[in-house]
């Protein structure tokens, strides 16, 4: 079976990480197209969002930051539920969750490393392209209710697209 290529849209606007990044996509064997910040990625989507599987969001970005972005794109009826991953440098928790809380697929800490883009594209290629998806989340059944703490709740679930059973923690902030 002939695997797709998987295409992806790098926001980064550090030259040095574009090209560590770009080189890790092309030893995967994956396409990648670049932008400097937030107001092109929004041009670009808009334009030709159809044509990426996937969109790596830096969080720190001159003139439109990654949240920011990532805030635009899940609230776009014909973006909302683009795989965004957003990257970052800096171990802010409270950021990690406004990202995962706004409906990003994931967050990488810097610097990338080839495993985990093989990871999430792996995620990206077991699902149909354009799969719609609940609140910019990937698409869950909850199986069992398997604990609650003081701040998040622990669930038991199966990811739809490949069956496959996780444990899913929800933060309440």
């Known amino acids: ?16 990480q574009r090209l560590v990044i770009t080189d890790i996509f092309n030893i995967l ?9 937030g107001f092109e990625a929004w041009d670009i989507l808009n334009e030709r969002g159809d044509d990426f599987d996937l969109v790596l969001l830096d969080l720190v970005l001159p003139e439109m930051d990654g949240l920011e972005l990532l805030a635009k794109l899940k609230e776009s009826p014909n973006l909302k539920d683009k795989p965004v991953v957003m990257v970052s ?71 739809k697209v490949t069956g496959e059973f996780r444990a899913l923690k929800r933060i309440n902030l």
Do not use: W
Request: glycine share 6%; aromatic share 8%.
């Open 1 to 16: 079976m002939d695997e797709k290529t998987i295409h992806i849209l790098v926001v980064e606007d550090e030259p040095f």
């Open 29 to 37: 064997e994956f396409e990648a197209t670049t932008v400097l910040n």
């Open 89 to 159: 440098a800096h171990n802010e928790m409270d950021k990690i969750y406004a990202c995962i809380d706004l409906g990003a697929l994931d967050f990488l800490m810097k610097p990338i490393r080839p495993g985990a883009i093989k990871g999430v594209a792996s995620q990206i290629r077991s699902q149909p392209r354009n799969q719609q998806t609940e609140n910019g989340t990937k698409t869950y059944e909850k199986i069992q209710h398997l604990g609650r703490g003081a701040y998040a709740t622990v669930d038991l679930v199966k990811y």
